[in-house]
């Protein structure tokens, strides 16, 4: 039973590899690849429904045999291929449009359910384009965030692009080649585009792992991923879902429906073709959400954070996969099975099974007592779940055209829309919040309320980092600094990051590797190593930290391990001269003799700038929420489309935000401390990060090609030895306010708070133009203007916010004929540079219009003009200019 398991959820996972080879070929009729293999043209008419003219429909089952065909000395190795079998692993694969047993015929439900759930007839851009014959070779796949609704704070929708962007055809990277494009929809995709893609996958393909079933299904989850993220599943209608999304979903609910069925023999009539009985929900879908990661990343003091930091974000990050593993692990189920994974939450598909149920219950108990040892209810988990059925034989759209729902949940007396099902499992996960640690008191009542209070009563060591007190393991890192034995495994993983680009997981003892391995809450242990280790490995996975190129399959001699990647921000970090992290006094710019010593000398022809300081840095997606609860039209919201913008977000957010950063301008001066799902929390100098966060907000938008899906950000300005964590929470202050900030027309966000003021980001232009001025006005032995102008702004602006004794602002209007005044006194008789300067200064006060280098900015607000003002007041201090 358990290798015909394995046979059906391999053969609905590759049950569509043929469209992408098709699309690679000529037809089936001249095609030199089936030219060898005879049969299989003639298998056609078995595997093919026929159309009403007598031709063949559906003919990417053709290609999908070949593949096993071309690939069987593969397949045949990993154990599960028995060709006289009818429900072979071929036969369960290509018979899903047509089905001779009853096994072939579950994963063509599951196949119906997930193209039924999948597909989209969403249609509403201008640049739509008639593609003819060859469309299923020239589809590109469509920009997801295109065809997202987004609503503004009185619920209208907003517009959405007029024209359509897509993706190319090209093998997953971080490079900005990457980014959909007008063009690219609008030209489409080619045949020999998908040859040499397809040619790179068969090449691939041949690197897999074959002496483990598992290994060669996880590997293989993680090629598809890289080659099928940016081909369409369907180009019958609108293709905004990816093939790699759609087999992976399949493989899901197929294995799922398996486990259901052997539970529950009758819940399905066969006769050809499979269809449920009324009343069974064979499906679950589970949420997980952790709580309290981002504070917890921070809460600790600069002394030593910057070493343990990277560390601490990178082991939080790895829990939620941790968590994820152990369920995949617990319910014998598969990655396939995770539709979401982003920001400290992730949505799985399982079967709804007594035994899954139990497991998830003895899983959440054990992995939250677990967190609760290492963390001390800092850090949390809540788990919720709906049981579920698709209806494929309710109608999709009424008379009118609307969307009706097709999916039934329990408790449920009607159908609902999948993104009802959606928001019915997060709002149940959220309200296990309230009681957060219930099963541990209920369990382990000791443990909370035990007599013996915390620690030793002031006997007991206190980590410098943490503030916590540690009972034993203390480390003494010098004269005044000692740190528990979590900082201290903390930052040995940061420095390992730093220095290698890979991650060995194994339960088993890996006797080759390095002795400095570090633990997980579900008992797998791990190895942060360089690549010529990994020859030694056995019953292990292998993933790649992707720093460029995801070139993660190693033809090595490991034993029984599988190969995958990850995306995580901060893959590289800022480096000193000897190769270690930067200290935040070296991102400050500070150099010293020694770093380890506070008092040891600075060394000024090594440091950088006058004004050290460090930023910190706190931006996010303004109401990502919202976007999957209310961003698909019914139609369009499904599994794939969930994941496909999870993806995508997972893509921006923790890798290309790393090739952001590896800009010259910035990978010596900044390091990203987290950054999952659409947070970002970032550390560096004061300038550089400043200039990031717009180029991040810049490169979003052009990602996703909307304006009005957009970030906002808060910015603390602070020294090297301000503690970090009241700096992040003075940048997560700013961060509200930004996303409070509302323009004359009502609108909110897309904001970014800097030196305690929040302005729009279409501001930031006009911002740094001015600071520009400022610069180029009070540089040099002698400056065009005295400083003393620009200390004149200052004032003028406190009395422009003067405020009364309940904090209401007074309407004092009094700097304006100061400022007039006092421009006026300070220009010359003859026309000059200066004048023309103070002219420039007085249109910006009275006329909210600054002119600068042949470009004209209007609507200037003071509170604009005073950004800029403090940004140049800054510059000239660390440059002495």
Not at 324 to 331: H, S
């Amino acid at each position: 039973m358990a290798a015909e398991r394995d046979m059906v959820y391999l053969a609905a996972l590759l049950h569509d590899i043929g469209k992408f080879w098709q699309r690679a070929d000529v037809s089936y009729n001249t095609s030199k690849y089936l030219e060898k293999y005879p049969y299989i043209i003639g298998n056609a008419g078995n595997i093919c429904p026929t159309s009403q003219e007598g031709y063949f429909k559906y003919q990417h089952v053709i290609w999908t045999q070949l593949f096993f065909e071309e690939n069987l000395e593969t397949f045949e190795k990993i154990g599960i291929y028995d060709k006289e079998s009818v429900d072979n692993l071929v036969n369960l694969s290509i018979h899903h449009h047509k089905p001779e047993s009853k096994l072939q015929a579950l994963i063509q439900f599951a196949d119906w359910w997930a193209s039924g759930i999948d597909r989209s007839d969403d249609k509403d851009f201008e640049n739509d384009v008639k593609r003819g014959k060859l469309k299923f070779k020239e589809e590109p796949l469509i920009n997801i965030f295109g065809n997202l609704n987004v609503y503004d704070k009185n619920r209208k929708l907003s517009q959405k692009p007029v024209k359509a962007s897509a993706f190319g055809l090209e093998k997953l990277s971080l490079k900005n080649t990457l980014f959909p494009s007008e063009e690219r929809y609008e030209n489409g995709v080619s045949q020999e585009e998908y040859t040499v893609l397809w040619s790179l996958f068969s090449s691939e393909f041949k690197k897999l792992p074959t002496d483990s079933l598992s290994a060669f299904n996880r590997s293989l989850h993680y090629l598809l991923k890289k080659y099928c993220w940016c081909i369409p599943a369907s180009t019958v209608d609108f293709s905004d879902n990816s093939l790699f999304d759609h087999l992976k979903i399949t493989a899901a609910i197929t294995q799922s429906l398996y486990d259901y069925e052997i539970e529950n023999p009758d819940c399905f009539v066969y006769n050809r073709r499979l269809s449920l009985k009324t009343g069974h929900l064979p499906l679950l879908l589970l949420s997980v959400d952790t709580s309290g990661i981002q504070k917890f990343i921070y809460d600790i003091s600069s002394k030593y954070a910057g070493k343990s930091l990277k560390g601490r974000s990178f082991s939080l990050q790895l829990m939620l996969d941790e968590i994820a593993y152990t369920i995949v692990n617990q319910t014998e189920t598969s990655l396939s099975h995770v539709i979401y994974s982003s920001g400290g939450k992730f949505f799985m598909l399982l079967p709804n099974t007594k035994k899954v149920r139990t497991d998830l219950l003895n899983i959440e108990t054990k992995i939250k007592k677990a967190i609760w040892e290492k963390y001390k209810g800092n850090i949390y988990i809540c788990m919720g779940y709906d049981a579920f059925a698709y209806d494929k034989d309710l109608k999709k759209m009424n008379s009118n055209g609307n969307s009706l729902p097709t999916i039934w949940i329990k408790g449920s007396e009607k159908p609902v829309f999948l993104g009802d099902l959606w928001r019915s499992v997060s709002e149940k996960t959220a309200e296990t919040k309230y009681q957060k640690f219930k099963e541990l008191l209920k369990d382990d009542f000791e443990s909370f309320f035990h007599d013996k209070g915390v620690g030793m009563g002031g006997l007991t060591e206190i980590c410098s980092v943490t503030g916590d007190e540690v009972e034993k393991g203390i480390t003494q890192i010098d004269d005044e600094v000692k740190i528990s034995p979590q900082i201290l495994e903390q930052k040995k993983i940061g420095e390992a990051l730093s220095k290698n680009h890979f991650i060995v997981f194994s339960s088993s003892e890996q006797p080759n590797l390095p002795k400095n391995k570090f633990g997980s809450l579900n008992g797998r242990d791990y190895w942060i190593i360089g690549d010529n280790k990994i020859v030694s490995t056995e019953n292990a996975e292998v993933c790649l930290t992707v720093k460029g190129e995801i070139d993660f399959l190693k033809p090595v001699s490991a034993l029984r391990t599988s190969y995958s990647y990850r995306f995580y921000g901060g893959s590289e970090m800022a480096l000193d001269s000897k190769g270690n992290t930067k200290t935040f006094e070296q991102l400050a710019g500070i150099e010293r003799e020694d770093h380890v010593r506070d008092n040891s000398p600075i060394v000024k022809g090594k440091s950088h700038g006058n004004f050290n300081r460090i930023a910190i840095l706190r931006m996010d997606v303004d109401g990502l929420g919202q976007l999957f609860i209310k961003g698909f039209n019914p139609a369009g919201a499904s599994f794939s489309a969930y994941a496909t913008l999870s993806g995508q977000l997972d893509w921006f957010f923790s890798g290309y935000l790393n090739t952001i950063r590896g800009k010259d301008q910035y990978k010596d001066w900044i390091n990203i401390i987290y950054s999952g799902g659409d947070d970002i929390f970032a550390v560096g100098r004061w300038d550089s990060i400043i200039s990031f966060a717009n180029e991040v907000q810049v490169e979003f938008k052009k990602f996703t090609g909307r304006s009005d899906i957009t970030i906002s950000a808060g910015i603390s300005i602070v020294t090297p030895k301000f503690p970090i964590a009241k700096g992040a929470h003075d940048a997560g202050i700013a961060e509200e306010n930004a996303k409070d900030f509302t323009r004359p027309d009502g609108t909110k966000k897309n904001a970014l708070c800097l030196f305690g003021i929040p302005f729009g980001w279409e501001e930031f232009k006009a911002i740094e133009a001015i600071k520009n001025f400022w610069i180029e006005n009070l540089k040099g032995n002698r400056p065009i203007l005295s400083k003393g102008i620009l200390h004149k702004v200052f004032d003028w602006y406190e009395i422009s916010n003067r405020t009364d004794r309940d904090g209401k602002k007074l309407l004092d209007l009094s700097w304006r004929w100061n400022a007039a005044y006092s421009l006026k006194r300070y220009e010359t008789k003859e026309t000059s540079k200066k004048n023309h300067s103070l002219k420039v200064i007085e249109s910006v006060l009275m006329t909210n219009q600054f002119d600068y280098k042949d470009k004209t900015y209007t609507n200037i607000r003071f509170d604009t003009f005073i950004v800029a003002c403090r940004w140049a007041e800054l510059e000239l201090k660390d440059n002495r200019i």
